[in-house]
């Protein structure tokens, strides 16, 4: 039984060993800049935006990202009195895909001085679906002043085809 047991935790121990050298690998040649697996590469589309009052957007951004899954993406807004770090993780799994969100908030207040809040979420997603997520916490919980409003699209990586080519006949 001993001898069972012994052999078990080995090969556990053998697969969470492999399993973190595959990821290190990946990870290294991503930076490198050598094509990691097409089935792990996953594309963060983030679009951040100021909404003030009643829906009124008064500044709003978007960038798309890069990441193995596993591996988290980093955003940070800074605004005149309050800074947003946030990281965004998503996992691919067989049972579904969650994305995890990681949320740091500093806000400076004149009167209490400086607030920390942290949050972090797991989401059910699937592929191209939008999700959205308030590091302020909703319009309606902000009592009416200014909100941040983060939406984050996964999608799957697709190699782009290869340009087109038009043939331009001369005039000549």
Same mark, same amino acid.
């Given at each position: 039984?001993?001898?069972?047991?012994?052999?078990?935790?080995?090969?556990?121990?053998?697969?969470?060993?492999?399993?973190?050298?595959?990821?290190?690998?990946?990870?290294?040649?991503?930076?490198?800049?050598?094509?990691?697996?097409?089935?792990?590469?996953?594309?963060?589309?983030?679009?951040?935006?100021?909404?003030?009052?009643?829906?009124?957007?008064?500044?709003?951004?978007?960038?798309?990202?890069? $990441?193995?899954?596993?591996?988290?993406?980093?955003?940070?807004?800074? *605004?005149? !009195?309050?800074?947003?770090?946030? =990281?965004? @993780? /998503?996992?691919?799994?067989?049972?579904?895909?969650?994305?995890? $969100?990681?949320?740091?908030?500093?806000?400076?207040?004149?009167?209490? *001085?400086? !607030?920390?809040?942290?949050?972090? =979420?797991? @989401? /059910?997603?699937?592929?191209?679906?939008?999700?959205?997520?308030?590091?302020?916490?909703?319009?309606?919980?902000?009592?009416?002043?200014?909100?941040?409003?983060?939406?984050?699209?996964?999608?799957?990586?697709?190699?782009?085809?290869?340009?087109?080519?038009?043939?331009?006949?001369?005039?000549?």
């Amino acid at each position: 039984m001993n001898r069972l047991l012994c052999i078990v935790s080995l090969m556990c121990l053998t697969t969470g060993f492999l399993a973190a050298q595959e990821y290190s690998v990946t990870t290294e040649a991503m930076e490198a800049g050598a094509p990691a697996p097409r089935r792990r590469i996953v594309i963060l589309d983030i679009k951040a935006r100021v909404i003030e009052g009643q829906n009124t957007i008064s500044w709003s951004t978007s960038v798309q990202k890069q $990441t193995i899954a596993g591996t988290p993406v980093d955003i940070r807004l800074e *605004g005149a !009195n309050v800074l947003v770090a946030v =990281q965004f @993780t /998503p996992f691919l799994r067989r049972a579904g895909h969650v994305l995890v $969100t990681q949320g740091q908030v500093w806000i400076t207040d004149h009167n209490n *001085g400086i !607030n920390y809040f942290n949050s972090i =979420q797991t @989401t /059910p997603m699937e592929f191209d679906e939008p999700i959205h997520f308030f590091p302020l916490g909703q319009r309606q919980e902000v009592n009416g002043s200014s909100s941040i409003e983060i939406i984050v699209t996964v999608k799957p990586y697709r190699e782009s085809p290869p340009p087109e080519t038009i043939n331009q006949a001369d005039d000549n």
